[in-house]
């Protein structure tokens, strides 16, 4: 059972490029989350999903978009790149139980240069 | 709105002494609470939790109590080893909500 898992692991661009995170989930998660954590700081909620075709901002979405076609995926896209979205990018899922757990995927280290 | 307030860290200790993280929040209704952990270079897991008031989660040595009445969730361990180091965070859940709520996490170092 992979869980969640996210490519690439690793990734650095240049400033104004493009690039699209992906993440997918095995569990048959109904809801996916991304997540930015910059160094020595908690995690902050860029999207979310709470199923296919249904998608919602978190607290900093700019910058960011993403698509939900499929119960399974959640890719992350960066249009326009810049330096303040130098972190490193955690996807996560969990089931649309009362439970409340949350499972996150390896991280995505990203650095704009 | 929800929030979770834990102490701020550095923690550095010895092996075999005890760790104790505060951690509080703020929220309504009855949330789910949880510590998850981040061992270097990788994503959190899931270490424990508690969904309702007096419940005790449990997992490798670490203990947490839910109280309600005075809103903690803090994290214990007897006897803590090398490869406790890391960085830990609180979390709540709200009971109508599908979204986490994260402390800003404690590093803790263990020293052989």
């Known amino acids: 059972n992979a869980g969640v898992t996210q490519t690439p692991k690793f990734r650095i661009l240049k400033i104004g490029q493009s690039m699209t995170l992906q993440c997918t989930q095995d569990?048959?998660?109904?809801?996916m989350y991304w997540y930015r954590q910059d160094p020595g700081m908690g995690l902050k909620l860029i999207y979310y999903s709470v199923g296919a075709g249904i998608t919602d901002k978190g607290e900093v979405p700019n910058g960011y978009n993403v698509s939900r076609s499929t119960t399974e995926d959640f890719p992350l896209r960066l249009e326009l790149a810049a330096p303040s979205q130098t972190s490193v990018y955690f996807c996560a899922s969990r089931n649309a139980g009362p439970d409340g757990t949350q499972y996150f995927g390896p991280g995505t280290r990203l650095l704009v240069l | 709105g929800n929030s979770v307030t834990q102490m701020e860290g550095p923690v550095t200790l010895s092996e075999e002494a005890f760790l104790t993280i505060n951690c509080t929040y703020t929220?309504?209704?009855?949330?789910?609470l949880f510590w998850y952990v981040q061992y270097p270079g990788e994503g959190l897991q899931l270490l424990l939790k508690?969904?309702?008031?007096?419940d005790k989660g449990s997992n490798k040595g670490f203990e947490a109590t839910y109280r309600k009445e005075t809103t903690s969730f803090h994290l214990e361990k007897g006897s803590v080893q090398v490869s406790d180091s890391a960085v830990y965070f609180c979390?709540?859940?709200?009971?109508?909500?599908?979204?986490?709520?994260f402390g800003a996490g404690t590093t803790v170092t263990v020293r052989a």
């Open positions: 979390a709540l859940s709200p009971s109508n909500d599908y979204k986490l709520s």
């Open positions: 929220a309504t209704g009855y949330p789910s």
């Open positions: 569990m048959n998660h109904n809801y």
């Open positions: 508690a969904t309702k008031a007096d």
